[in-house]
């Protein structure tokens, strides 16, 4: 990893990390995510369809350009949870590729990641989720990501590159977007159930 800055924690929990990713690094990885066929995110359960707007893709880890990514986020994976998370992990789900546009109407209301896969009942449940900005602050308004893992709220940071983690079960959202479009990536951790 290239971050001569280490990671920290904001007031609320949520663990902030920069300049993980060159500017090279971050070019590429949005082009070759925005060659991806988008579909509508959905969102599974009784009661849970109207709570997200957006677009997203998989990002599979299928190609060599994938599987460096994957090395990459599990490295980072592995140092957070040793200084922070300390849980009992198996390794990543399929990163995700998420875009919110203005056109859309984007928005994520409050929610937790921690679940297990419908379509996947085999896979662990997600413990630790991790967004990388992949967006420039300026090109968007609104969208802020937000987490409340206590009574604090976090707001996360908007510059390019920057990577957000935070426990899985902790509630989250993406206000509306009201200019432009925010795009980011989206991966998850996954390990054995809580007990």
Request: with cysteine; net charge negative.
């Amino acid at each position: 990893m290239r971050s001569d800055s280490p990671p920290f924690l904001l007031k609320g929990g949520t663990i902030v990390w920069h300049d993980l990713f060159s500017d090279v690094e971050l070019i590429t990885l949005e082009r070759y995510c925005d060659g991806l066929v988008l579909e509508s995110a959905q969102v599974l359960g009784d009661g849970y369809n109207s709570i997200r707007t957006s677009k997203v893709a998989w990002v599979e880890r299928d190609t060599e350009a994938t599987e460096t990514l994957y090395l990459k986020m599990e490295k980072i994976v592995l140092r957070l949870n040793a200084e922070y998370f300390r849980s009992d992990l198996s390794g990543l789900t399929t990163l995700q590729y998420a875009v919110y546009r203005q056109t859309e109407a984007g928005y994520f209301d409050w929610h937790i990641d921690y679940a297990r896969d419908s379509a996947n009942p085999a896979q662990e449940p997600r413990k630790i989720t991790l967004s990388l900005q992949l967006s420039d602050a300026e090109s968007y308004d609104g969208c802020e990501l937000e987490v409340r893992a206590a009574h604090l709220i976090d707001v996360a940071p908007r510059q390019r590159g920057t990577l957000v983690a935070f426990r899985a079960n902790a509630l989250h959202r993406v206000t509306p977007i009201t200019r432009g479009v925010r795009k980011s990536l989206v991966a998850w951790a996954a390990g054995p159930d809580y007990r």
